[in-house]
Each structure stands twice: as C-alpha cells, then as structure tokens.
C-alpha cells in the first residue's frame, strides 16, 4: 500500500482509489469490473461488502447492495473475488470497505485470516470506532492487514490523536457531513483539512465522498495524496449492468487523466 502511494508521489500525482461493490450486479460480473478499474488507471481498489445497512452510503450503493444481495452474494464470494483479482493483478491494493457484522459475525480471528489468504491489503469498517478498536484492529494487525480508519470534518484536534492510533495504510477524509455520493465539499475546506490532517499524521491522506467528475478529482489530488470515487463509478454499473465494465474503464480513464494531466501543469 505504502509503495503503491510513494509511486503516485513519484509521478508528482495523486492516487486514484476507486470504489465498487462486490456482487454489484453479480459476482460473476465483478471480475471483469475490477479489470476495467486498473485497465483505466485505478491506483488502488476499494471492494465493498455488501449489507443491508449501510448507513454511511446514499442511493447509488444503497442500490448497489440491494442488487449484489439479491444475486444472493455471500462473504465467501467477495473473498473468491479478491483471491482471484490478486492472482491476476499482484501489484494492485485491495481494500475491503464495509460494516462490522459482515466482518465480525464468525470472529474477527477468522475474518482476518481471510483478509490475509485472499491478498487482501486491507479493511476499512465504517461503523467500529477507534474506541471500539478491540474489535477488530488486533487480528487484523496480527494478520498483517492494514486498519484504515476515517477522519470527517467534525473530527476536531482532541478526537484526531485517537482516529490516528492503530490506523495504517492511509487516512481516509470524509469530506462531506453526510452520506456517500449525494454532495461535495467545498474546495477550500478540503484544502484546509488536508492540510490540518498532513500536520498530524505521515500516512497518506486520501478524499472521497461526493468525487464525482474528473474536475473534481483534479482539483482534490492538488492537496491529496489520493482522490476516492465510488458513487459515479456504482451509477455506471447501476445503468449497464454487466455490460458495464468498458463504459466503467472509459469513466476511470478520464478520471486518472485528469490526475496526471494535473501533475503535469504543478510541474510546468
């Protein structure tokens, strides 16, 4: 993961991390999605595991989970999706996204075992607070995989020593006080808390929420060590089916351009 992002710096680029469900509209259909991201560029891949709750995500993955739910997506799924995406992709870091009792119902011994022998880089868990660290952060340190946690802008300088604690891999930036997909913060408070975040921590500080044009993503990555898009990507998938992965490829292609299009005009 560490690599992966001291690459993209070495390029003078952010990181382009990209976000799909798993089983999103099959898991058979997945595959060939995931291929579409790094074909058109993705960095870094983001595989969510569908639930029936996902309270921090708006319409477009809500619908993204009811659609890989409904294709009767398991746990042992998303792991076959990742062990086979990591066969064919070795260098690409993959990140499971999603909430605590998926991750946690059968232990998170056995969770992060998994997360281990399927190649997996790491775990982001929306909803088990650094608090509630003993959840969960022990065995997937144990294991070797990155606990990567989230900062929003209402996470002041007193709670951010303990988002930090434990936290590896980067920092994901919530930008908006709300749900995926559905808003965009402004630039000048993004800029403002990178900046903030950067003071505190040397790990990579990655933006998502509510990135949805390459626009977007050009002006984030001039502050960020990396840029997160998901719902626009889940729209495209949401409207194609499994037709989508070329449209999918098309969409991350203009989105990875615009970051090095960016790099290009901060070097000149």
């Not at 984030?220 to 998901?230: P, T, W």
């Amino acid at each position: 993961m560490s690599a992966r992002f001291a690459a993209c710096k070495a390029q003078g680029r952010a990181a382009l991390v990209t976000f799909v469900t798993a089983g999103d509209p099959t898991a058979a259909d997945t595959g060939a999605i995931l291929d579409a991201l790094v074909a058109g560029g993705a960095d870094v891949i983001e595989l969510g595991m569908p639930f029936t709750d996902p309270m921090a995500d708006g319409p477009a993955i809500e619908l993204a989970n009811l659609r890989s739910l409904g294709s009767g997506t398991k746990t042992k799924d998303i792991f076959a999706i990742a062990t086979a995406f990591r066969a064919r992709h070795p260098d690409v870091p993959v990140v499971l996204m999603g909430y605590a009792n998926p991750m946690l119902v059968r232990g998170p011994d056995w969770f992060a075992d998994q997360c281990k022998a399927s190649g997996v880089d790491g775990v982001i868990c929306v909803d088990v607070p650094p608090e509630e660290d003993a959840e969960i952060g022990p065995a997937l340190r144990a294991a070797g995989v990155h606990l990567i946690r989230l900062a929003t802008p209402t996470t002041d300088a007193a709670r951010l020593p303990a988002v930090l604690d434990g936290a590896s891999g980067f920092l994901y930036y919530v930008s908006v006080a709300g749900v995926t997909g559905k808003q965009q913060a402004a630039q000048a408070a993004v800029e403002q808390a990178v900046a903030r975040l950067k003071a505190a921590t040397d790990l990579p500080v990655s933006v998502g929420f509510g990135v949805r044009t390459p626009e977007q993503a050009a002006a984030i990555g001039r502050v960020a060590d990396g840029v997160v898009v998901g719902s626009a990507i889940v729209d495209i998938i949401g409207s194609h089916g499994d037709a989508a992965a070329p449209f999918v490829q098309e969409f991350v292609a203009a989105l990875r351009g615009a970051l090095t299009a960016k790099s290009r005009e901060t070097a000149a």
